[in-house]
């Protein structure tokens, strides 16, 4: 099968995403799969390009039955609403535009937090009519109210639930 992988996290950067995709890839390259991932190019969690990374648009990595495309992203160690804005949002159109472009792949999997990179990798999946599979890890609106990152009271429900943690929506 051939699997199309989009992560804005993926390996050598820690943390639980990138070892968690890490680990998904290399499972099923052992299987007999060929991946294809899209990713950023490493700069977590400092902001900051690791050596060799941030001076193209696009750097990609293959191995046997594994291809790797390292976005640009824009990225900055100083962590503002808009810089935030930014960097999720050069991920998803940067994501969006591989995955429309890239062979025809099987299926379309694509893991959250974040979620814009996810949601433009499902935007692009459906138009070249390729089933998607999105893996959700965290209830990305309710951390982000939780980090004080939106605040509008119109897009959160007040009742008990929200409270405990569920989002509700509601229409005016």
Same mark, same amino acid.
């Given at each position: 099968?051939?699997?199309?992988?989009?992560?804005?996290?993926?390996?050598?950067?820690?943390?639980?995403? &990138?070892?968690?995709? =890490? !680990?998904?890839?290399? @499972?099923?390259?052992?299987? +007999?799969?060929?991946?294809?991932?899209?990713?950023?190019?490493?700069?977590?969690?400092? =902001?900051?390009? &690791?050596?060799?990374? @941030? *001076? *193209?648009?696009?750097?990609?990595?293959?191995?046997?039955?594994?291809?790797?495309? *390292?976005?640009?992203?824009?990225?900055?160690?100083?962590?503002?609403?808009?810089? *935030?804005?930014?960097?999720?949002?050069?991920?998803?159109? @940067?994501?969006?535009?591989?995955? +429309?472009?890239?062979?025809?792949?099987?299926?379309?999997?694509?893991?959250?937090?974040?979620?814009?990179?996810?949601? !433009?990798? %499902?935007? !692009?999946?459906?138009?070249?009519?390729?089933?998607?599979?999105?893996?959700?890890?965290?209830?990305?609106?309710?951390?982000?109210? !939780?980090?004080?990152?939106?605040?509008?009271?119109?897009?959160?429900?007040?009742?008990?639930?929200?409270?405990? @943690?569920?989002?509700?929506?509601? %229409?005016?």
């Amino acid at each position: 099968m051939r699997v199309l992988v989009a992560s804005q996290y993926f390996p050598p950067e820690p943390g639980a995403t &990138q070892n968690r995709m =890490g !680990a998904f890839a290399d @499972g099923l390259v052992a299987h +007999g799969h060929e991946v294809t991932v899209v990713c950023e190019q490493p700069n977590h969690p400092t =902001g900051v390009y &690791q050596p060799g990374f @941030g *001076r *193209r648009a696009l750097m990609t990595e293959r191995r046997p039955s594994l291809t790797v495309h *390292r976005l640009w992203v824009a990225t900055s160690p100083r962590k503002t609403t808009a810089r *935030r804005l930014a960097f999720y949002g050069t991920f998803a159109v @940067g994501a969006a535009a591989l995955v +429309g472009a890239a062979a025809r792949h099987d299926v379309v999997f694509a893991t959250s937090p974040p979620l814009p990179g996810a949601l !433009a990798a %499902a935007a !692009a999946a459906r138009v070249r009519r390729t089933p998607f599979v999105m893996d959700v890890r965290d209830i990305w609106p309710a951390a982000a109210e !939780a980090l004080g990152e939106v605040s509008s009271p119109r897009l959160y429900g007040r009742s008990s639930a929200s409270r405990s @943690g569920c989002i509700h929506t509601h %229409a005016e």
